[in-house]
């Protein structure tokens, strides 16, 4: 029985089932319509028939390079045209995307490089410093791509050109390559990226989206949030983030919807786009819609269009949800997924507002998209499923799952067992088939033997009109084994103390679960792709 089909509106439980890949999709749609526009990158507009001709011209470069079938190429680059060409470029060549965070120190990045085992690196001159090294340790070749690449004002990019090395290749060298007529049309279990885990629960692992899975999500994403050709995209998240990856660029091959990048996001630049481009729809972090709704003149901005807005990758609190209908007059609608699930795999459906828990206070992240099944678990005991109400780990099963982590059988079998994907992410599902999620499973706070879930503290927070941020965390506690602390950004322009706000908290939460003590911060730590980075505020256990 899955009660949520009923929120379905007309659309298969089944699911889609594209016959396709992206690659081939757009390559069909630049054919049909090469004068539309494909990218809007601040002031210039490249259409479809531009990015397919870069991108037919790049495959000639791979091929030159060495880069075939199965080969993984790493991409280190911002939100950025070339990162489209590039994935069709890739893609045509019968090979995989790495996509790799700009933020990772050398270290890292050398740890992905290798496991990948990738054939070619292409990132940004901004960072050739950092890969130019791992390059050279790795015997492969560097593209790098300038930085001002397709006229970026120069106040929005970093001043950086590709540096003259006899290592280096220039990606503009590349675009004058002859183009290649040949068209790797990939299987639909092939991979088409290696998209890496943020390592929160050990060493990060590759997971292996295909092409099947990537086709899967760009449709359920053109069905489920009515995204069409008619439609302007907005890449809020990174493009190197799984979120960015589909909603973004996929999303915009497979619809035809012309995407806006802006090298990466700033809010007021973001403000300027919403309006300018007339943006319809976009996925992000709720960090990025709380940094839009900060803006001084949000409220007088024209957001008319932006009837679409989804925002995923982190919980999204009620208080945050109203407060950006009361700004905008738009609802901005949950969607939830995972790098495992090749990004969507719950969502409230369009135009419908999401219920809030009643026993936690969470705002729903949806029901499970068609396709899928979804059950709660117990957290001990997964071979145990919970009824309606009850809380536990939540476990998806669906066409957009990956079928595993690169090379690393043992990681994948413990968390995919029979088609279900095992989340770590703690759940609770109303008799309708909503699905709430309460809190990560290592995120739990357990003191003097009660459990807390710092999203139920957190959400209570975000009500106080003077919070801005807020992430809570457990902090080893001589007495208790752990306390929660809370960690809070306030409004520039507003002021509480901690009692005032230990107060507002022991209105609404019983006493175990208000935090020991409140810390004030100018921001609250983030990832690159917007979520809260606790373990950065995590104290370690003293030594015994």
Avoid at 113 to 128: I, M, Q
């Amino acid at each position: 029985m899955r009660p949520w089909i009923q929120w379905y509106g007309g659309l298969d439980p089944a699911g889609p089932d594209p016959d396709q890949s992206v690659g081939e999709r757009f390559w069909a749609l630049a054919a049909a319509d090469p004068a539309a526009p494909a990218i809007h990158y601040f002031d210039r507009t490249l259409t479809r028939g531009e990015l397919w001709e870069r991108a037919r011209r790049l495959a000639g470069a791979l091929r030159r390079l060495g880069v075939g079938p199965g080969d993984r190429v790493a991409a280190v680059l911002q939100n950025v045209p070339a990162f489209v060409a590039l994935e069709l470029a890739v893609w045509a060549r019968g090979a995989i995307v790495v996509p790799l965070n700009v933020m990772l120190r050398e270290e890292e990045l050398a740890h992905h490089l290798a496991d990948a085992e990738v054939r070619l690196v292409v990132g940004l001159a901004s960072l050739a410093g950092t890969l130019l090294p791992l390059a050279r340790r790795f015997g492969v070749p560097l593209v790098v791509v300038d930085d001002d690449e397709d006229g970026a004002p120069a106040d929005a990019v970093p001043a950086a050109r590709a540096p003259a090395d006899p290592a280096v290749v220039a990606w503009r060298d590349l675009l004058a390559e002859a183009p290649d007529a040949a068209f790797h049309r990939p299987a639909p279990d092939d991979v088409a990226y290696l998209h890496y885990t943020s390592g929160t629960t050990g060493p990060p692992k590759g997971a292996m989206n295909t092409h099947r899975n990537v086709a899967v999500n760009a449709e359920a994403y053109a069905r489920w949030c009515h995204v069409g050709p008619d439609d302007v995209n907005l890449a809020i998240a990174p493009v190197f983030h799984i979120t960015g990856s589909i909603a973004g660029i996929a999303a915009s091959l497979w619809t035809g919807a012309p995407l806006v990048l802006l090298y990466r996001f700033e809010p007021r630049r973001a403000l300027e786009a919403i309006e300018r481009r007339r943006v319809t729809f976009g996925v992000g972090a709720v960090t990025a819609y709380l940094a839009l709704l900060n803006q001084p003149d949000a409220a007088g901005r024209d957001w008319s269009a932006f009837t679409k807005a989804f925002s995923g990758g982190a919980p999204v609190s009620p208080a945050v949800a109203e407060r950006f209908r009361t700004v905008t007059g738009q609802r901005l609608h949950n969607i939830y997924g995972l790098t495992e699930t090749t990004s969507p795999a719950t969502g409230v459906p369009w135009g419908v507002d999401a219920p809030v828990d009643p026993a936690s206070g969470a705002l729903s992240v949806g029901v499970p998209l068609p396709g899928y099944d979804a059950r709660i678990v117990d957290v001990d005991d997964r071979a145990r499923t919970l009824g309606p109400g009850e809380v536990g780990e939540l476990a998806l099963k669906g066409p957009a799952v990956v079928p595993g982590y690169w090379r690393k059988p043992e990681e994948t079998a413990r968390a995919i067992v029979d088609g279900w994907l095992y989340t770590g992410d703690v759940a609770v599902m109303d008799p309708a088939g909503w699905i709430f999620i309460v809190d990560r499973k290592k995120d739990m706070i357990i003191a003097s033997g009660y459990k807390v879930w710092p999203r139920e503290v957190e959400d209570v927070l975000w009500r106080h009109p003077a919070v801005r941020e807020a992430v809570v965390v457990g902090e080893p506690d001589p007495y208790r084994g752990e306390s929660p602390v809370a960690y809070v950004a306030l409004h520039p322009d507003r002021r509480a103390t901690a009692e005032e706000l230990l107060a507002h908290l022991r209105e609404h939460l019983a006493a175990y679960k208000v935090p020991r003590r409140i810390e004030f911060v100018d921001e609250v730590p983030k990832t690159a792709t917007g979520k809260f980075l606790r373990r950065a505020l995590r104290k370690p256990s003293p030594a015994p």
